[in-house]
Nanobody
Framework: QVQLIESGGGLVQAGDSLKLSCAAS?????MGWFRQAPGKEREFVAAMTWGGGNIYYADSVKGRFTISRDDAKNTVYLQMNSLKPEDTAVYYC??????????WGQGTQVTVSS
């Protein structure tokens, strides 16, 4: 069992930045972030493998979001720049494979106003 504790969501204006953090109690193959907007399915945002450090992004966030990690803290970060209203969603930290989460955080709300 891996527990994930997220932090860093909030309300910002379009063009602003936010940084999400996710501290894990253990490791699986990869950690990453998904998001779910109202009325939509949960979608993949970004992921990083622990071993090789391979990084993956959804096309919609490439060039704006950056995933990184702190090995000593077992923590993964999502730096979100140039935020858009369409980035508004509940963001979930995941631990599992690159695009399939086995364990999930509680979710943190990100709201981007226009």
């Amino acid at each position: 069992q891996v527990q994930l504790i997220e932090s860093g969501g909030g309300l910002v204006q379009a063009g602003d930045s936010l940084k999400l953090s996710c501290a894990a109690s253990g490791r699986t193959f990869a950690m990453g972030w998904f998001r779910q907007a109202p009325g939509k399915e949960r979608e993949f945002v970004a992921a990083m493998t622990w071993g090789g450090g391979n990084i993956y992004y959804a096309d919609s966030v490439k060039g704006r979001f950056t995933i990184s990690r702190d090995d000593a803290k077992n923590t993964v970060y999502l730096q979100m720049n140039s935020l858009k209203p369409e980035d508004t969603a509940v963001y979930y930290c995941s631990s599992g494979t690159v695009r399939v989460g086995t364990y999930w955080g509680q979710g943190t709300q990100v709201t981007v106003s226009s």
